[in-house]
């Protein structure tokens, strides 16, 4: 029997429905990465359309190129979806094209850190145009940190030092952009750099820490980091070939890099669990490649793929001698690669 309070209450327009599951397959994005979108920690191992995520890593460790690659996915499952990329650090222009593959005529990319030209321009012109009807998916903010201060933006000189300006502009900023992302299963996404941790009293404390002030960081679900993967296996696939172009060198000899492997860890999450860890290829004309290799890492960590004895896999019915054969088998049977994801989200759906 429904309650007529309730009923009459539900009225308003903020409303939760309930009828809207938002980590369904078809309410979230992806990144190309399959191991990237574990980290999510839900039952479709994707990034909830109407969430907000938080990447920061050292500088040219893959904040940008991983913003890019999420577009273009989206791109290549929807066929009208449109995304708007603000580079504040004044880059668009020599970012866009970074991967040949992308849509420009559903992507549009802004050079400024006005705010009033970000947040302003968002909440009037693009807000109107969504609710005629826009199909806007997703919005980038690159980065965060390189926002100007709307007191610094009118400052008559740089001698005029402005605490705390920045930080206030961004949070009011933020607490009209993020309800509007929501409300319209927008998924937003955002940068931010990394600055120097002075921690005196605790000597174990991490030489670097996310320059994102507490307003910021309420605004975001997800806190995503990334770094450049350094060991020696991950200087190479699992074949064992080097990113690199063997037939150019540098002017010492040194083969010239074509991409890098990526370490990319949960930090914190609001809505899932914080902690999750994977390792991804990104190549530097492409995007993200490899696929297969995560899905083999993926499988095995999970135990979706077991190993028997020192080195033969199986996975059902099927078994292979080391990795590199079981990789590549994934990598050529799309049965095979789909099956095994299929396995590693069945572990989350039955949290």
């Known amino acids: 029997m429904s309650n007529k309070w309730i009923k009459e209450l539900r009225r308003h327009e903020a409303t939760v429905d309930y009828e809207y599951d938002s980590y369904a397959p078809e309410n979230c994005y992806y990144t190309p990465s399959p191991y990237f979108n574990w980290i999510f920690s839900n039952k479709s191992n994707g990034i909830p359309k109407n969430a907000s995520v938080l990447f920061f890593s050292s500088p040219k460790a893959g904040k940008s190129l991983s913003c890019f690659s999420i577009i273009q996915q989206m791109q290549q499952e929807d066929s009208e979806g449109i995304a708007i990329y603000i580079s504040t650090e004044i880059r668009a222009a020599l970012q866009n094209d970074v991967f040949p593959s992308l849509d420009k005529n559903r992507l549009l990319c802004l050079d400024t850190n006005d705010p009033v030209q970000i947040f302003d321009w968002i909440d ?7 609710q005629e009807g826009m199909p806007l998916r997703m919005i980038v903010i690159d980065s965060l940190s390189n926002i100007q201060g709307i007191k610094r933006r009118d400052a008559d000189s740089i001698e005029q030092h402005l605490i705390g300006d920045q930080a206030l502009t961004v949070t009011v900023g933020l607490g009209k952009l993020v309800p509007f992302c929501k409300q319209h299963k927008i998924l937003l996404l ?9 921690d005196a009293g605790n000597p174990r404390a991490p030489k670097e820490k996310m320059a994102a002030q507490l307003g910021v ?18 200087k190479q696939d699992i074949e064992g070939k080097s990113f690199t172009e063997d037939d150019s060198k540098d002017a010492r000899g040194e083969s010239l890099l074509t991409g890098h492997k990526v370490y990319v860890k949960m930090e914190e999450s609001s809505i899932g669990s914080a902690g999750r860890a994977g390792v991804f290829t990104m190549d530097y004309e492409k995007g993200i490649i490899n696929q297969h290799e995560e899905v083999f890492w993926l499988g095995k960590n999970t135990g979706v793929i077991q190993l028997e004895g020192t080195k033969t896999y ?7 001698n080391g990795k590199k054969e079981c990789a590549l088998a994934i990598r050529d049977d799309k049965e095979l690669y789909e099956a095994i994801l299929q396995e590693v989200k069945n572990l989350d759906g039955k949290k």
């Open 124 to 130: 009037k012109d693009v807000r109107a145009m969504v």
């Open 190 to 198: 955002a940068t931010s750099q990394m600055r120097a941790n002075i």
């Open 217 to 234: 960081k309420h605004a975001f679900e997800y806190f995503v980091s990334l770094k450049r993967a350094g060991a020696a296996e991950d």
């Open 314 to 320: 199986r996975f059902r019915d099927k078994k292979w």
